[in-house]
């Protein structure tokens, strides 16, 4: 079983930026494919960013450019950089973790492909 823990979510205005960290325990292994998805109110939940076993990113189209998902793997943290925040970037935001390796280049791979979730942490952009 792997745990996961989100943090670092809150309040920004449109152009600010926030970073948001997620730290495994339990039965971890730093080369599995980890990534980040969110979901707003009344939408489904979407793939955000996803780190592969290589440490190469992948990222959702209206995220690119402003997003940068990386790892600490001594850490077993994972974070979320996000920038030129916009008011449709506002969710809750989820860190997903699976029990295998993967290996893609700007391609996400959907929610069903994770084996563990973090609760989430709500992320608010006003304009």
């Known amino acids: 079983q792997v745990r996961l823990v989100e943090s670092g979510g809150g309040s920004a205005q449109a152009g600010g930026s926030l970073r948001l960290s997620c730290t495994a325990s339990g039965d971890t292994n730093t080369e599995y494919c980890m990534g980040w998805f969110r979901q707003a109110p009344g939408k489904e939940r979407e793939g955000v960013a996803l780190i592969d076993s290589d440490g190469d990113p992948s990222y959702a189209g209206p995220v690119k450019g402003r997003f940068t998902i990386s790892e600490d793997k001594p850490k077993t943290t994972l974070y979320l950089q996000m920038s030129s925040l916009k008011p449709e970037d506002t969710a809750v935001y989820y860190c997903?973790?699976?029990?295998?390796?993967?290996?893609?280049?700007?391609?996400?791979?959907?929610?069903?492909?994770?084996?563990?979730w973090g609760q989430g942490t709500q992320v608010t952009v006003s304009s």
């Open positions: 997903a973790a699976m029990s295998r390796m993967c290996f893609r280049r700007d391609e996400l791979l959907p929610s069903s492909e994770y084996d563990y």
